[in-house]
């Protein structure tokens, strides 16, 4: 099987991208930080805050996390139901940093992860793709684009979803999570040694998009 992994930080346009890409080439899209998202997503039902004094794995274990293919388009459901859009808020996006820092949690999406990658030619995105759920992907991309680009995407996006925050929360949040990420003890966000830079800073999505598929068809 042939494996893509994507990796870069938050709002680098990586689910959106990586979507249009993984068709583009006939592969399965894996968006592995939607998992997170809703994972993040129980805890907050559950009363947690980011501090995540919790009993964690009590709460792990009354989760139920999916992943289901409809008309050709990924989407998560929680303990059964579809949380494609309430995944994609800030408050959301905080906990699944949160979250993503927890072994325990990491190690209940790991294997569901890797078993997709066995099973089919996959483009794979998140924080630890390369370095962590798949380091033997056949290629590997760092995609990102300056703190500011990101913040002006995701409150663009944001908007058009209909959520009221300004730009400056937005951007707040952004660089928050970048530090977050990047400075976890467990799978730290890092461009893994064989993986391809791509910034996309100075491009449009199309422009983007092409440099993507460029990278995967060189090293195919």
């Known amino acids: 099987m042939i494996s893509v992994a994507i990796d870069g ?31 993040g997503l129980k805890f907050s039902k559950s009363g947690a805050d980011e501090s995540l004094s919790c009993d964690i794995e009590k709460i792990l274990a009354e989760t139920t996390v999916d992943i289901r293919f409809i008309d050709g388009e990924q989407h998560v459901f929680l303990d059964d139901c579809d949380v494609n859009d309430e995944i994609r808020t800030p408050k959301a996006s905080m906990m699944a940093s949160a979250v993503s820092a927890k072994p325990a949690v990491r190690a209940y999406l790991l294997e569901m992860q ?69 400075h976890r003890e467990i799978a730290p966000l890092k461009q893994a040694q064989d993986a391809v830079l791509a910034d996309t800073s100075e491009l449009d999505f199309d422009g983007s998009l092409q440099l993507i598929l460029n990278i995967v068809k060189e090293r195919l």
């Open 9 to 39: 930080p938050a709002g680098a346009g990586k689910s959106t991208l990586s979507r249009k890409a993984a068709k583009a080439l006939g592969f399965i899209y894996v968006d592995t930080g939607a998992l997170y998202r809703a994972v």
């Open 114 to 182: 890797r078993k997709l990658a066995r099973e089919n030619n996959v483009l794979m995105d998140g924080r630890d793709i390369g370095t962590v759920v798949l380091p033997d992907a056949t290629v590997k991309i760092f995609l990102t684009a300056s703190a500011k680009v990101r913040a002006e995407r995701r409150y663009k996006e944001l908007l058009e979803k209909g959520s009221k925050v300004t730009f400056q929360e937005v951007y707040d949040d952004m660089v928050q999570r970048d530090y977050n990420d990047s």
